[in-house]
């Protein structure tokens, strides 16, 4: 596993959203810790805010421009949510870059039905940003969710997302909430490894979607993480980290 491994996060988080899952990958030396990146998108973070409207496009250049070793060197992507769009956009158009990709709790096709809900989403956060972030807490963070530390990642969450710049988190919101289109039709040439990954009880990038990336990426496995919801990174790093290890391997062993 000597390809670096680079975790890519969601709409309006950061990259500290990968740290429990950092740390199960590389416990007990299975992987080097100093091979694993994750990084801040386009905006968020540490990254300067995004000033303009953006495109699918323009997210992953900037991340093609950081990700490391050199130009032509491969890596192992993982993408959250959004970050997982820019992932498939990557391995679609930079396949020199890309020797594995696991989409975590990522879209797909989505219908008539699934589009009108996330743009509803946008338009609240539009006009209310506290009240979708608010929104977004409870669907992720529910009190029923039998997750004895769901107050503590809902506060932890909720301070990442309060703290984005508003302009710029509406821009990166809308790549997530159009960018499936772009790809749908172009997923069939992505020829690494690809694993789909996301919660059973995910209401926005459901069980449905994974599956619908494997009918575009023959060969590609979707595992569905019982009773999860959206923030698997957070809620069940074990088993994203035993995943990405797992795609990682099948990559090795297509190389060897």
Not at 43 to 63: I, N, T
Request: with cysteine; charged share 25%; proline share 8%.
């Amino acid at each position: 596993m000597g390809q670096p491994i680079v975790l890519l996060h969601g709409v309006g988080l950061d990259a500290s959203i990968w740290d429990s899952v950092i740390a199960a990958l590389t416990d007990g030396g299975q992987v080097d810790a100093d091979s694993v990146v994750a990084l801040d998108l386009p905006g968020h973070g540490d990254r300067p805010p995004l000033d303009s409207p953006v495109g699918l496009a323009e997210l992953a250049g900037d991340v093609v421009g950081r990700l490391p070793g050199d130009p032509g060197e491969p890596v192992h992507l993982v993408g959250f949510s959004l970050g997982s769009l820019i992932a498939q956009y990557i391995a679609v158009h930079c396949p020199e870059r890309v020797s594995s990709l696991t989409c975590v709790s990522s879209v797909c096709a989505r219908t008539p039905e699934e589009s009108a809900a996330v743009r509803q989403r946008l338009n609240t956060a539009a006009e209310d940003f506290p009240l979708s972030a608010n929104r977004a807490l409870e669907r992720w963070f529910p009190d029923d969710a039998g997750l004895p530390d769901a107050p503590a990642l809902r506060e932890r969450t909720r301070r990442i997302l309060l703290a984005n710049d508003v302009d710029s988190y509406l821009h990166a919101y809308r790549v997530f909430a159009e960018g499936d289109r772009d790809l749908a039709d172009d997923l069939h040439r992505i020829d690494v490894p690809v694993l789909a990954v996301t919660g059973e009880l995910d209401p926005g990038s459901t069980p449905g979607m994974s599956h619908r990336i494997a009918e575009r990426i023959p060969g590609t496995p979707v595992h569905v993480i019982g009773g999860a919801r959206h923030m698997v990174p957070d809620t069940h790093p074990e088993d994203v980290a035993a995943l990405i290890r797992e795609n990682v391997g099948r990559a090795a062993d297509l190389r060897r």
